[in-house]
């Protein structure tokens, strides 16, 4: 499938429709509680859009991983609720998402171009690791801000919630700019998700199992520092 710039230009027009629509969400939410995850939301989505148009060479992986989380979850509402239009709507832009970058074309405006490979000093091997490893982070990072940023019942409560995404997040960042720290931060934000889940359990009426989405959150984040870790411990045994 070529057409690789209009590809581009739908994949980007999703997800800033998304954005606009979680910023519009959290202005006019009854629930302020909800604010600041409807508003991460939005922002997460603005920078797929921005990273996208600007051509980073992660930005394909995070918006496929994005799309991937969007079409999961939209089919999860479908089978509870039915095929709803609204839902439906969801689920199939953000899989449009993740088929519209996919692919070796679209991929030499990204991560295939030598520039960056260079500049980062990526072989192909390492390039497909990192690859598979943002895919996960662009997946992962919803179910963070909605375990993270969810409503509860006490401040010590969110403040330990907030700090084990906080840690992840770091490690995210360190990621992306290709830290080997930034591995061993996923690996103890995702630790210190699990460990602090129970203990943060965030009031009924909310629409999402908050703990379960810090579990599905911290399983995820390990999948997605995985592809390190074996080079990681080779190159300490060497």
Known sequence: MALVGERKAVASAFLALYALIFFLSALTVPQPELVPFLSAL??????????VVAG????????IGLGLYGFSTGF??????GPEPVVLFYALTHGAISVLLWGPRVAAHFDGRVDWRERFHLDENATHRLGRAIIRVGLTLPFLLAYGLAPREGAGQMLLAMGAVGVAGVGIWALLRLRTWGVLAMLAGAAAIL???PATAAPLGIAADVAASGVVGAVLLVAAAAPFVGPMLRYVRA
């Open 195 to 197: 460990i602090t889940a």
């Open 56 to 63: 980073y060479f992660w930005a394909r992986w995070f918006a």
């Open 76 to 81: 999860l509402l479908i089978w509870q609720i």
């Open 42 to 51: 939005a922002a997460t989505y603005g920078l797929g859009f921005f990273a």
